[in-house]
C-alpha cells in the first residue's frame, strides 16, 4: 500500500467537518469491539449501516464500502469478518491523506 | 346343485345303479338258475349212482351168498336125513370153514326136513330146532317149485325177534327128489350186509331204506318201520311209482312222514325189493341256497361297488359343474354380483365355465349399460317431472299422453281430466286461430314452433304461455309425439305492460324536464353574469383587504354556480336534443395550450408535472368547434389533475390512423386510477368511481357524462383505460375538418411544465439520526438559500412538522425510536385529517433495493435519494422538488 493509493480528495467545504467524522469511526471501531464481546450484532450492523450512508457523502468511498460489508457480517453474525473490517478501517483511518480542495 | 327335485349327480348314479341292478340281476338269476339245474341233476344222477352201486353191491352179495348156500345145499349128506343128530353135525361141519356163509346169514343156517321141522342148525338155538315151519311161505314155496327162494321178511321166533328173511336152497337126493331144504336166515336189523343199509347216510340227514313190492319195509333206519307197510299210495309219488311202473332213478318227493326229498330208487334183480334213497332238499340244496346267497351278496356288493365308483368319477368330473351350476345359481337368485366364476378345470367344463364368464361379462356391460340408461332415463325424467315449465306430450293427432305436475300446477286441470283429450281445453278465444295453423302447419313439417299462448285455466282465469312445440321422431324419421313446453310468462307480460306504461311516462316526464331546463338556460344565465360580471367590476374599484378577499370569494363562488348550471343545462340540452355544434375555423395547438394553462396553476398547486403535446404530423388548423373540444379537454384534464396526487398528467393529440382529420386525444394520469368494475359505468350520469370520491373531490359527475354526448356529435367516441393505483388514460377521437387556406402545419411546440418562481427561501426538515449526516447535509446546503431544521428521529420528526411548515422533508428510513416510513405514514395522517396540502418528502435510503423505494412510496414519500450522495444528487433532487413546492406556498392561498 503506497502513499499515493490513500490521498483523498474532499470539498473544502467540508474541511471542518473531516477531523470530527474521522475520530467518530475510530469511536465507532470502539463501539464494534464492545459490541462484539456482548455478542450485540445489531448495534454492530447499525454503526456498519452508518458507516455505509456517510462515508461516500464525506468522500470516503472506502469507508462506505467497509460499512456495508460490517453491516452484512453483522447480519449473519460473522464475527471473523466484523473483526476483519475494522481492522482495515482502523489501517485506513491511520494512513489515509487528506487533500481539500 | 337342486334341478327338479334331484342332482344330475344323483340322477345319473341311480340310472346307472339300476342298470347295474338289473344287469347283475339277471346275470345272477341266469347263473343261479343254470346253477340250481345243473347241480339238481348232478345231486339225483349222483345219488342213483350211489343207490344203484349199493344196490349192485348188495345184490351181488345177496346172489353170492345165495349161491353159497345152493352150493351147500349139495354137500348135505342125503343119507342121514333121518339121523336128526348126525344132520346137525354134518351141517356144523359143513358151515364151520364157511365164515361168509356164517356172517351173511347172521340168523342162522338151518336144514328143514320135508315136513318142514328143522332138523339142523348152526348155530343150535332150542327156539327153532325141531320145531316145525311148513306154514312158512318161503318153505311151501320152495317144497312146491323145488327152486331156490328168498323169503318176505317175517319176525323170527328166535330171541329177540329179529325181523329176518330167510334165503332157501332145495337139497335134492341122487335121483333128484326133493329131501330137504337148507335155509339162511339174515337179521334185517343187525349190522350185516342187509341191516347195514339202515347205516348208510346219504349226504348228513339222507338215508337209505329197502322194500319189496308189497310195501313191506325190510330194512330201514327206523327199526320200529321194518316190517311194516306204512307207505300208503299216494303218500309217496315216486314209491308208488317205483312199485307200479317199476321206476328207476331220481326225483323230488315227499315222504309218507311229509319230509321234502330227493327220493332215489333201484330195484334189485333176483328179488322184489327196492332199494331207496331219500336225501332232504334242505340239505341237498342248501349250497344252491348258499350259492343263492353268495350270488346276492356278490350283486349286491358289485352294485355297491359300482355305485361308489360312478359317484367318485362323477364326483371327480362333475364337482366343477356343480360348483360352475351352485355358483351360478347364486347369482341367478341376485346373491351375488355379475362376478366371474372361477372353475378349477380345463376340458367342457372350463370351456363352459369360460363361456359363462364371457356372457356374464357382456350381462355386466349390459347391465351397466342399462344401469346409465336407467339413470339417464330417470334424470331426464325428473328434469320434465319438477320442470319450472309446463310439459306436454301427446301423439300424432294431438291426443295428451302425459302432462307434468307443473301442468297440473299452473292449468288446475289434474292430469286425470286431460289425458286422452286434446291441449286445445286451454283455448281461451284469445288466441287467433291462424296461430293454431301455423303452429299445426309447422310441427307437422317436422319443424319445431314456438309462440305465445293466451289460455284459459281450469277455473277461466287467463294467462300467458310462451311455448315451444316440437315433434319427436323416431329412428325412421317419423312423426311419433309431439311435446309442447310451455312457459308461464304471464307475470312478465303484465310486468312488460308496466314497464312499458312506466317508460312512456319516465320519457316524457324527463322530456318536459329537458324542456323545461334547456328553456330555462338563459334565465338561469343571465342574472349569474351580472353576478359575476359585478364581482369582477368591484374588483376593480379600490378595495381593502377585507373587501377583497369578500369579492374574490364571491367571484370564484360564482363561477362555481355557473359551472355547475352549465353542465347541468348542457346535458339537458344534449338530451333534449337541442345541442347544436359550430363549425369554425381554428387552432388545436392554441387551443391545447391554453387549455393546458388553465390548469397548469392547479397541477403546479398538487406538485404534479403537466405535458401537453401534439404530435408533429397533426394538422393544427381545422374546422369544428372549438369551444365544445376544450370543454372535453378541460373536463378530462380537470378530472386527470383531481384525481391524481404526485406524478405526471400528460395530455397528446396524435391522427387516428392515417385519417387526416380525425384526431386521437389521450389525456394519461398517475392518479387514483378506477376500480375495474366501475371503469364501464363512468360515462353514466350522476356516476363516479366511488360515492365517496364526491366527498374527497367534489363534482356533479355530468362532466364525463356530457363529455361522451360531445364527443359522439362530433363524430367520435370516448373511452378510459385504467389500473386502479396508478393512473387512467382517457381517450377520445374526434373528426374535423381541414382549413382550406392553411393547410400545411406549424411544428407543434412541447409543453414543457410551466415555470415557477421561487420567491423565498424554501423550509427543509432535515430527519437523519447520525448526526454524521446532518454536518454533511448542513455544509452541502450551506451557500443554498434554504432554511433547515433537523430531527434525529422519526418522531421528533413528526412533532416538528406538526409546529410548523416545511416545503420539503429530508427523511433517512432507518432511524431508532421511529423509523422514516412511519413518521411519513404519520405525517401524511395528519395531513389529511388536518385538510393540509400534502408536503413532499425526500427519502434518504441506504437500502438500494426497488422493494424498499416502493415502500418509502406506499409510506407517502415523493423520492427517494440513495445514500451515500454527492452535493449535487442532493441539490438536483431539492430543486426538482423544491419548485414546485414554491407555487403551492405562493398561490395556494389565492385558491382557497
Request: hydrophobic residues 40%; negative net charge; contains cysteine.
Amino acid at each position: 500500500m503506497d502513499d499515493t493509493s490513500l490521498i483523498i480528495t474532499i470539498d473544502k467545504d467540508l474541511e471542518d467537518l473531516i477531523p470530527g467524522y474521522i475520530e467518530n469511526r475510530r469511536r465507532d471501531i470502539a463501539s464494534i469491539e464492545a459490541a462484539l464481546r456482548k455478542n450485540d450484532f445489531e448495534t454492530i450492523r447499525v454503526l456498519g449501516h452508518s458507516m455505509k450512508g456517510s462515508g461516500g457523502g464525506y468522500g470516503f468511498d472506502k469507508i462506505t464500502e467497509i460499512g456495508k460489508r460490517i453491516e452484512e457480517a453483522a447480519k449473519v453474525m460473522e464475527t471473523g469478518e466484523i473483526n476483519r473490517q475494522i481492522a482495515a478501517l482502523s489501517e485506513y483511518l491511520s494512513n489515509i491523506n487528506i487533500v481539500y480542495e | 346343485m337342486k334341478i327338479r327335485g334331484l342332482s344330475l349327480k344323483t340322477k345319473m348314479a341311480t340310472v346307472v345303479s339300476v342298470l347295474f341292478l338289473f344287469i347283475f340281476a339277471a346275470g345272477a338269476v341266469m347263473f343261479e338258475s343254470t346253477f340250481e339245474e345243473h347241480f339238481k341233476k348232478a345231486i339225483a344222477e349222483q345219488q342213483y349212482e350211489f343207490v344203484s352201486n349199493t344196490v349192485r353191491d348188495i345184490d351181488t352179495q345177496v346172489r353170492e351168498a345165495h349161491k353159497i348156500l345152493i352150493s351147500v345145499s349139495k354137500l348135505i349128506p342125503v343119507n342121514d336125513l333121518n339121523d336128526y343128530f348126525a344132520m346137525q353135525k354134518h351141517l356144523e361141519r359143513i358151515v364151520q370153514t364157511r365164515f361168509f356163509m356164517k356172517t351173511f346169514f347172521d340168523d342162522g343156517i338151518l336144514l328143514y326136513s320135508t315136513t318142514g321141522r328143522v332138523i339142523g342148525e348152526v348155530p343150535y338155538s332150542p327156539e327153532r330146532y325141531g320145531k316145525d315151519f311148513s306154514h312158512r311161505e318161503y318153505f311151501q314155496y320152495t317144497a312146491r317149485t323145488k327152486a331156490p327162494y328168498i323169503s318176505k321178511p317175517f319176525h323170527s321166533v328166535k330171541p329177540p325177534y329179529d325181523p329176518i328173511v330167510v334165503f332157501t336152497a332145495p337139497v335134492f337126493n341122487k335121483k333128484q327128489e326133493f329131501v330137504a331144504m337148507l335155509g339162511g336166515a339174515v337179521s334185517l336189523t343187525k349190522d350185516t350186509t342187509l341191516g347195514n343199509i339202515a347205516n348208510i347216510r346219504v349226504g348228513k340227514t339222507g338215508y337209505m331204506y329197502l322194500y319189496n313190492a308189497d310195501r313191506t319195509m325190510i330194512v330201514h333206519p327206523d327199526k320200529e318201520r321194518i316190517l311194516r307197510s306204512d307207505v300208503p299210495p299216494g303218500a309217496n309219488r315216486l314209491f308208488d311209482k317205483s312199485i307200479n311202473e317199476w321206476f328207476e332213478g331220481s326225483g323230488e318227493t315227499v315222504t309218507s312222514i311229509g319230509l321234502h326229498v330227493i327220493g332215489t330208487f333201484k330195484r334189485f334183480q333176483n328179488t322184489d325189493w327196492i332199494l331207496a334213497a331219500s336225501y332232504p332238499v334242505r340239505e341237498a340244496y342248501a349250497p344252491i341256497i348258499k350259492a343263492r346267497w353268495y350270488m346276492v351278496g356278490y350283486t349286491a356288493l358289485g352294485i355297491f361297488l359300482s355305485i361308489l365308483i360312478i359317484l367318485i368319477v362323477m364326483r371327480r368330473n362333475l364337482s366343477p359343474l356343480s360348483d360352475l351350476a351352485s355358483q351360478a345359481e347364486t347369482i341367478g337368485r341376485g346373491e351375488r354380483q355379475l362376478e366371474s366364476v372361477r372353475v378349477a378345470t380345463g376340458g367342457e367344463i372350463g370351456a363352459l365355465a369360460f363361456s359363462f364368464n364371457e356372457m356374464l361379462k357382456r350381462l355386466r356391460d349390459r347391465e351397466t349399460s342399462l344401469k346409465k340408461t336407467l339413470e339417464e332415463l330417470q334424470k331426464l325424467y325428473n328434469a320434465v317431472e319438477h320442470s319450472s315449465a309446463v310439459v306436454i306430450i301427446t301423439d300424432t293427432h294431438g291426443n295428451i299422453e302425459y302432462v307434468n305436475p307443473k301442468f297440473v300446477q299452473v292449468t288446475g286441470y289434474e292430469k286425470s281430466e286431460v289425458l286422452g283429450g286434446t291441449p286445445s281445453i286451454l283455448k281461451s278465444g284469445e288466441t287467433l286461430s291462424e296461430t293454431y295453423k301455423e303452429l299445426w302447419d309447422t310441427i307437422q313439417s317436422g319443424e319445431e314452433w314456438q309462440g305465445i299462448f293466451h289460455n284459459k285455466k281450469k277455473n277461466g282465469e287467463f294467462y300467458w304461455a310462451s311455448a315451444s312445440i316440437s315433434p319427436l321422431k323416431d329412428t325412421k324419421d317419423a312423426i311419433t309425439h309431439f311435446v309442447g313446453i310451455q312457459e308461464d310468462i304471464t307475470a312478465i307480460k303484465l310486468f312488460e305492460q308496466e314497464l312499458q306504461k312506466a317508460k312512456e311516462a319516465a320519457e316524457s316526464a324527463n322530456q318536459a324536464k329537458s324542456d323545461f331546463l334547456a328553456g330555462m338556460s338563459h334565465e338561469i344565465r343571465t342574472p349569474m353574469n351580472a353576478i359575476i360580471g359585478m364581482s369582477e367590476l368591484m374588483m376593480e374599484t379600490p378595495l381593502n383587504d377585507e373587501q377583497k378577499r369578500y369579492v374574490e370569494t364571491l367571484m370564484h363562488a360564482g363561477e362555481n354556480l355557473l359551472n355547475i348550471i352549465n353542465d347541468i343545462l348542457d346535458i339537458s340540452k344534449i338530451e333534449a336534443g337541442y345541442l347544436e355544434l359550430e363549425s369554425t375555423e381554428f387552432n388545436l395547438q392554441e387551443l391545447l395550450d391554453r387549455s393546458c394553462d388553465i390548469v397548469a396553476i392547479r397541477a403546479r398547486e398538487k406538485g404534479i408535472a403537466l405535458a401537453c403535446n401534439v404530435l408533429s404530423d397533426v394538422p393544427v388548423h381545422l374546422v369544428g368547434d372549438p369551444g365544445r373540444l376544450r370543454q372535453v379537454i378541460l373536463n378530462l384534464l380537470g378530472n386527470a389533475i383531481k384525481f391524481t396526487d404526485s406524478g405526471e398528467v400528460a395530455v397528446e393529440v396524435s391522427k387516428e390512423a392515417s385519417d387526416r382529420t380525425t384526431l386521437l386525444f389521450s389525456i394519461r394520469d398517475t392518479g387514483i386510477g378506477i376500480p375495474e368494475d366501475k371503469v364501464g359505468r363512468i360515462f353514466e350520469k350522476f356516476m363516479q368511481a366511488d360515492s365517496s370520491t364526491t366527498r374527497k373531490y367534489g363534482g356533479t359527475g355530468l362532466g364525463l357524462t356530457i363529455s361522451k354526448r360531445l364527443v359522439e356529435l362530433m363524430g367520435g367516441k370516448i373511452w378510459v383505460t385504467s389500473l386502479e393505483g396508478v393512473g387512467s388514460t382517457f381517450y377520445f377521437t374526434a373528426d374535423f375538418q381541414l382549413q382550406k387556406e392553411k393547410q400545411e402545419k406549424e411544428p407543434a411546440g412541447v409543453a414543457t411544465m410551466s415555470e415557477g418562481e421561487m420567491s423565498r427561501p424554501l423550509r427543509i426538515l432535515l430527519v437523519d439520526d447520525s448526526e454524521d449526516n446532518r454536518l454533511l447535509v448542513r455544509s452541502f446546503l450551506k451557500k443554498m438559500p434554504y432554511v433547515i431544521d433537523t430531527a434525529d428521529n422519526g418522531l421528533a420528526a413528526v412533532e416538528r412538522y406538526k409546529a410548523s411548515t416545511y416545503d420539503l422533508i429530508l427523511m433517512d428510513i432507518q432511524m431508532p425510536v421511529m423509523d422514516g416510513h412511519t413518521a411519513t405514514k404519520q405525517i401524511r395522517d395528519w395531513e389529511r385529517s388536518n385538510e393540509r396540502e400534502p408536503t413532499p418528502v425526500l427519502a434518504l435510503t441506504a437500502y438500494a433495493l426497488p422493494e424498499e423505494i416502493r415502500k418509502g412510496y406506499d409510506a407517502g414519500c415523493n423520492g427517494h435519494l440513495t445514500k451515500p450522495f454527492k452535493k449535487n444528487d442532493l441539490l438536483n433532487a431539492i430543486t426538482a422538488f423544491g419548485k414546485k413546492t414554491s407555487f403551492h406556498k405562493e398561490d395556494g392561498k389565492n385558491k382557497e
